[in-house]
Antibody
Framework: QLQLQESGPGLVKASETLSLTCTVS??????????WGWIRQPPGKGLEWIGS???????YDNPSLKSRVTISLDTSKNQFSLNLSSVTAADTAVYYC??????????????????WGQGTLVTVSS | QSALTQPASVSGSPGQSITFSCTGT?????????VSWYQHHPGKAPKLMIY???KRPSGVSNRFSGSKSGNTASLTISGLQAEDEADYYC???????????FGGGTKLTVL
């Protein structure tokens, strides 16, 4: 059974960079056609897609985050990471990592998230 | 403001059927069969309930079904149970520039 677990600081100062890591177990992040993504939920609000990375390294992120997002892979550790720069209080949220499922017969990106981590709360302090 | 519009709350009694709506535009829901739905119990990981508009992942009850008409996608739960009480989010592919958008979520209360 695939499992994902987020880790990283729970408190980040405004204007600094938020850094989180997702450790994947029960499967390899580099052995298939999957994308691996980050989603967040600010307190009292809905879910927001942050960005995703393909197992070969290409990345895609939410234009609303204005190029503050960097997502990377560490295949040797079976992990992928999120860096969000120049954070403000608006970036306070529960951050989830997730796997994107495949479309149809399994050869294309599916744009849905079939496995999720438990989430980690990151608070931005002033 | 979320890209997809969902009602803030719905309620129903055990045994009833209930339908959630998710309204987008011709740039997302209306153009692609890539709507997914998630059940979220607070403090837990969201769970995929429907993908590609109407497909159920293995292990998801057949009480959950998805459909679409025009720019609006729907999730229906039949035979409502107390354990279904949760927040439900829709999600859609939104084209090559935006890629993925979520709705604001609907809180289901089982009376």
């Amino acid at each position: 059974q695939l499992q994902l677990q987020e880790s990283g600081p729970g408190l980040v100062k405004a204007s600094e960079t938020l850094s989180l890591t997702c450790t994947v177990s029960g499967g390899s992040i580099s052995s298939s056609n999957y994308y691996w993504g980050w989603i967040r939920q600010p307190p009292g609000k809905g879910l927001e897609w942050i960005g995703s990375i393909y197992y070969r390294g290409s990345t895609y992120d939410n234009p609303s985050l204005k190029s503050r997002v960097t997502i990377s892979l560490d295949t040797s550790k079976n992990q992928f990471s999120l860096n969000l720069s120049s954070v403000t209080a608006a970036d306070t949220a529960v951050y989830y990592c997730a796997r994107e499922g495949l479309y149809g017969s399994g050869s294309k990106r599916g744009y849905h998230f079939d496995y999720w981590g438990q989430g980690t709360l990151v608070t931005v302090s002033s | 403001q979320s890209a997809l519009t969902q009602p803030a709350s719905v309620s129903g009694s055990p045994g009833q059927s209930i339908t959630f709506s998710c309204t987008g535009t011709s740039s997302d829901v209306g153009s692609y069969n890539l709507v997914s739905w998630y059940q979220h119990h607070p403090g837990k990981a969201p769970k995929l309930m429907i993908y590609e508009g109407s497909k159920r992942p293995s292990g998801v009850s057949n009480r959950f079904s998805g459909s679409k008409s025009g720019n609006t996608a729907s999730l229906t739960i039949s035979g409502l149970q107390a354990e279904d009480e949760a927040d439900y989010y829709c999600c859609s592919y939104a084209g090559s520039s935006t890629l993925v958008v979520f709705g604001g979520g609907t809180k289901l209360t089982v009376l």
